[in-house]
């Protein structure tokens, strides 16, 4: 099976050139610049004039939800939602029921994924105050990492003991395994929550998330994580970075991802979208947002997640304390980020290379992430033009809702391809398409 991409702007290294691109059975087979078109027999032509051509997206922070919190989302629908996006590959977190926080419970995920994944899968096995004797025992070819929970969060699942922070810390770093961890202080929080329910009763207004899980708060936890990854030099990847404050602590083997969710909304959103933008940590301040802005140029910021976390509609009725916290985002990432090019917040190359290379690089993705010779064909071709606004109808997370709900774009996703499949082809879905487990080459 040959597929030939032409005419397009192929996006990819830094570099942005006229060129075409060849698929050959689940591989990239060549990259040829400039506007001739190459010669040859092709299954499919793709005439890709007036688009970009880029590597698919890496999201390396999605929650899933399967198994057993399956009426918010699912495997399928979640990954349909990728696919439509433009996201070829995505990390799933381990806070479901049961948490992934065993052997077994990791391996049922991947026999899940195998059946349903429409997109590349991989999990992060989650950490616990006990179970990192476990971490030896993991196939390092078949995680990204490790995942702690240093702050609460969905799932119960805070490491609270400063005794298992040092051994999560030691060994993750021993076996060489990138350490992703939530950073929020607990006892910050839950002295914030009290003195607000004195204020406004149990349920204190959504506007006060973002005092109530502080700037204080994230900022005490990331940094004993950061000073705990260079006592013992782990890898360690803090997640959703929210705060101005906290850029100031990456650097070396400590580096820092942003959510779409606090790049493009601010404090001042709470007004309007209440408590479907309520996610954890919370949105911060217009001043907090431009930091992280001009963080994705500045090079401290390493990689692009959603955070893509699904709740129903009514779980999501309420305030600071009632509210569930998360969004569904993993199908408007790619959009909302071209958007923020558009704005002049960062060149296109540099996207690419905060959703696509430094995922897989940061991660030891093998074989994908870039479009290069001999690489899996994961590819996504974008295309500027008629605005559309998005509704219900459009929404393919399995929750039907999304706080881009009413929101109008002028970039969306023309193509998708999966390890050479053409997956999602101008509103077209394939699916019978599956995804391909992804694998790590950790050092």
């Not at 922070?61 to 979640?78: C, M, Q, W, Y």
């Not at 990192?132 to 805070?158: C, E």
């Not at 974008?382 to 997370?397: F, H, L, M, N």
């Not at 999602?424 to 080459?441: C, E, Q, V």
Request: charge should be negative.
């Amino acid at each position: 099976m040959q597929i030939l991409i032409y005419g397009g702007t192929i996006v990819n290294e830094g570099h942005s050139f006229e060129g075409s691109l060849v698929i050959e059975d689940d591989k990239i087979a060549n990259i040829i610049p400039g506007q001739e078109i190459p010669h040859g027999n092709y299954d499919e032509r793709v005439d890709a004039t007036g688009c970009l051509v880029l590597p698919g997206v890496i999201d390396d922070h999605v929650h899933f939800r399967e198994p057993g919190l399956t009426e918010k989302a699912d495997i399928e629908s979640e990954s349909r939602a990728a696919a439509f996006g433009g996201v070829t590959s995505y990390f799933e977190m381990p806070n479901t029921v049961p948490q992934t926080t065993t052997v077994e419970a990791l391996e049922e995920k991947f026999a899940l994924a195998a059946e349903k994944s429409h997109v590349n899968y991989s999990f992060f096995f989650g950490a616990t105050n006990d179970n990192y004797p476990q971490f030896s025992d993991l196939d390092k070819s078949r995680i990204p990492g490790i995942k702690l929970f240093m702050g609460s969060s969905t799932g119960n699942m805070l490491v609270d003991r400063y005794g298992s922070l040092l051994k999560i810390f030691e060994t993750t770093a021993k076996l060489g395994l990138p350490l992703m961890a939530h950073c929020e202080d607990t006892e910050t929080i839950n002295r914030n929550m009290e003195l607000m329910r004195k204020v406004y009763g149990d349920d204190p207004p959504v506007m006060l998330h973002p005092i109530i899980r502080s700037e204080e708060a994230c900022y005490e936890s990331s940094a004993l994580a950061a000073q705990l990854a260079r006592t013992f030099g782990t890898k360690l990847h803090i997640a959703h970075i929210s705060t101005a404050r906290e850029l100031e602590l990456l650097g070396g083997n400590v580096t820092g991802e942003a959510c779409i969710a606090h790049l493009y909304f601010s404090s001042d959103d709470y007004a309007t979208k209440g408590a479907l933008i309520k996610c954890n940590p919370a949105i911060k301040s217009k001043a907090d947002r431009q930091a992280l802005r001009d963080a994705l140029t500045a090079g401290s910021i390493a990689t692009i997640g959603t955070d893509h976390a699904p709740h129903l509609l009514s779980q999501k009725q309420g305030g600071s304390a009632k509210a569930a916290s998360g969004m569904p985002m993993v199908q408007f990432s790619l959009v909302t980020m071209l958007e923020l090019v558009d704005a002049g917040v960062l060149p296109v190359e540099r996207m690419v290379a905060l959703m696509c290379h430094q995922p897989a690089n940061l991660f030891q993705v093998c074989e994908r992430g870039f479009l290069r010779k001999g690489y899996h064909a994961d590819v996504v071709i974008v295309r500027k033009g008629e605005p559309w606004t998005v509704a219900e109808d459009c929404i393919q997370s399995k929750c039907k809702w999304s706080p881009m709900l009413g929101h109008t774009y002028h970039w969306q996703v023309a193509h998708t391809f999966c390890n050479g499949h053409h997956i999602y082809n101008k509103g077209t879905f394939d699916a019978h398409t599956l995804g391909k487990p992804i694998k790590f080459s950790h050092l």
